[in-house]
């Protein structure tokens, strides 16, 4: 939980209250598999659907958004529907793009990834 608030301080101001990231841990799986093979791409916004799966809102190179649905593979990709309030407001990325992201680990201490604001990537 200390990482966590770590990372809040390093938020601008208005990121600064809880959204998806607060549940990092338990989407990365469905957030790793939207990443993979979209290089440069990173997660805006992610909710669950029922039971394991996961949309992911994607931030492609270029500006285009995507909707991803995951569970541990991809079951679908699709261009996102309209922005969701405090889209944008966080980013999980699978490469570390700026000095104050928050490495994201799961319990034995593998990397999962990254967790900053968009801007920094």
């Known amino acids: 939980m200390r990482r966590l608030a770590a990372l ?10 809880p959204g998806w990231e607060a549940s990092v841990l338990s989407l990365a799986p469905a957030l790793r598999a939207c990443l993979e093979g979209q290089a440069g791409a990173m997660v805006v916004d ?24 995951a569970a541990g593979a991809v079951e679908s990709r699709a261009p996102a529907g309209m922005a969701r309030p405090g889209e944008g407001l966080r980013a999980f990325m699978l490469e570390r793009r700026c ?17 900053a604001y968009p801007e920094c990537g």
Do not use: H, M, S
């Open 99 to 115: 000095v104050d992201a928050w490495r994201v680990t799961d319990p034995d201490g593998r990397e999962l990834g990254w967790l």
């Open 46 to 69: 992610a909710w669950a659907l029922d039971g394991a799966r996961v949309t992911a809102r994607l931030l492609l190179p270029g500006g285009a958004r995507q909707d991803c649905v």
């Open 8 to 17: 809040v301080v390093a938020l601008p101001a208005a990121a600064q209250a």
